[in-house]
């Protein structure tokens, strides 16, 4: 379930600006719309990228976030062919957001750098053949791969 500032836990909510940075702040960005989803990945590029066994993350249309800094960018070929651009903090290395070409009008916010994560609250477990033994997936709500929208 996605929750705004003021209505948590009670579905999508409207007129959202979400804030977050890097943590020494040289990068930082805005978002003013409803997250389409957001979700716990464990694939195995997530992984490597969060340093951790999974990395939560929110897609919102690109047009409505606003950028500072420069980011540095990595790319990537996913396993489904598609090339991932992810970027994060070439001075303190916190991950920030990624986008793929296939979508490209679509951006992948990282919750960890938001200034408040708690706004937002995780839908499903994607890519959960790709998570650890003994990585505790609590949400009932499990694809072993990336989700199809209906």
């Not at 991932?84 to 990624?98: A, M």
């Not at 499903?124 to 990336?146: C, K, Q, Y």
Request: proline share 7%; net charge neutral.
């Amino acid at each position: 379930m996605l929750a705004g500032p003021r209505k948590r836990n009670t579905g999508m909510t409207t007129n959202i600006k979400f804030e977050g940075q890097c943590k020494c702040g040289d990068n930082t960005w805005t978002c003013s719309a409803t997250p389409e989803m957001a979700a716990i990945c464990h694939c195995r590029d997530c992984q490597y990228s969060s340093g951790g066994t999974n990395q939560a993350e929110f897609l919102v249309p690109l047009s409505s976030v606003k950028m500072t800094g420069k980011p540095s960018s990595y790319v990537a070929t996913s396993d489904a062919g598609n090339q991932v651009t992810r970027q994060f903090c070439g001075n303190c290395g916190s991950p920030l957001y990624s986008f793929a070409d296939n979508h490209a009008d679509k951006l992948v916010i990282k919750m960890g750098s938001m200034n408040n994560p708690n706004e937002i609250v995780p839908q499903f477990h994607m890519f959960t053949e790709s998570a650890t033994s003994w990585d505790v997936i609590v949400s009932g709500l499990r694809f072993p791969g990336n989700p199809t929208p209906a």
